[in-house]
């Protein structure tokens, strides 16, 4: 058997020996903190955020939102229908009910309307 070569000495540090440990921990352990545990106060206001994507003027007139309501409600309503057409069994029977709660809001809304028109009109 030939002898086998000597291997050369070999220096059996990482190529990154320097570079302090403690802070290649801190920097991991910053950036897991910022992937795993994200700031609170961040999340409270990105999802106050979101629920202010829509909002309605605090002075808005309530005759002018009564009647809104009454055309989204009504929208809803035909949406509903032309759902519940395309259905069968079970999920046209949710459609439809769904469709008489729209109905429902939408017999408040005339209702509201029609105390807001009997408030303004003068009495004789």
């Given at each position: 058997m030939p002898p086998q070569?000597?291997?050369?000495?070999?220096?059996?540090?990482?190529p990154y020996s320097y570079l302090d440990p403690r802070k290649l921990h801190e920097a991991a352990k910053k950036a897991l903190d910022h992937y795993l545990?994200?700031?609170?106060?961040?999340?409270?206001?990105?999802?106050d955020r979101a629920m202010k994507m829509f909002t309605v003027a605090p002075d808005a007139n309530p005759?002018?939102?009564?009647?809104?309501?009454?055309?989204t409600f009504s929208s809803v309503n035909i949406l509903l229908l032309d759902l519940a057409e395309s259905l069968d069994?079970?999920?046209?029977?949710?459609?439809?009910?769904?469709?008489?709660l729209s109905e429902l809001g939408l017999m408040l809304v005339e209702r509201s309307l029609d105390n807001e028109q009997a408030?303004?009109?003068p009495e004789l």
């Open positions: 070569p000597e291997l050369p000495e070999t220096n059996l540090r990482s545990e994200p700031d609170i106060t961040s999340l409270r206001s990105s999802r005759e002018a939102l009564t009647i809104q309501t009454y055309e069994d079970k999920p046209r029977h949710l459609a439809m009910l769904i469709y008489q408030i303004k009109r």
